[in-house]
């Protein structure tokens, strides 16, 4: 990353954690990226770098001081644990996606209702919001053979908008 970043999200980048330090009382918290983007998200706050700034305050202070805060960014915060488990999960969330963009290739051809492709659905399902989206892939791919266009490929395509709308790591070709 070239210079300040201009979201929240750019931070995934370089993989930040968020260092509060309180002026006033020397306290020091560390925020996950994550859990500070699903807060603002659930507040519908700004995910402006700047604005994130200058609203975030000192956890220990009472709530009528100043709130002078020092914001930084840690790059790499996160531990070598956490940095596995997230890599482990997209690298699973891609390949389920590999899986069903090569069903959705051949089903107009061929039977594509196989324990792989159902494994790659059951793979999917926590990281999207409900599972419409994927009964409607399935429905696609299974029953509509007899056309020679497959809607399987916009139901994918559909499966992958709402993954990055979610903040998932998917890969530019999918995308």
């Not at 089903?107 to 009964?135: I, K, N, Q």
């Amino acid at each position: 990353m070239v210079g300040d970043p201009k979201t929240l999200y750019d931070l995934r980048k370089v993989e930040a954690s968020v260092r509060v330090t309180c002026r006033s009382c020397k306290a020091v918290k560390v925020h996950d990226l994550e859990e500070l983007i699903a807060s603002r998200t659930f507040r519908r706050a700004t995910m402006d770098w700047r604005t994130t700034q200058h609203e975030m305050i000192c956890a220990r202070c009472p709530v009528g001081t100043d709130g002078d805060v020092k914001v930084e960014l840690i790059p790499f915060g996160r531990n070598e644990r956490e940095m596995r488990e997230q890599r482990g999960r997209t690298l699973v969330m891609n390949l389920a996606l590999s899986v069903l963009r090569d069903a959705a290739q051949r089903a107009s051809r061929d039977d594509v209702a196989t324990p792989a492709v159902r494994l790659a659905l059951r793979v999917l399902r926590p990281f999207l919001a409900d599972r419409a989206l994927l009964v409607t892939f399935w429905t696609e791919i299974t029953e509509r053979k007899d056309r020679a266009f497959n809607h399987g490929h916009q139901a994918h395509r559909w499966i992958v908008t709402e993954l990055v709308k979610r903040g998932h790591a998917v890969w530019a070709e999918f995308r």
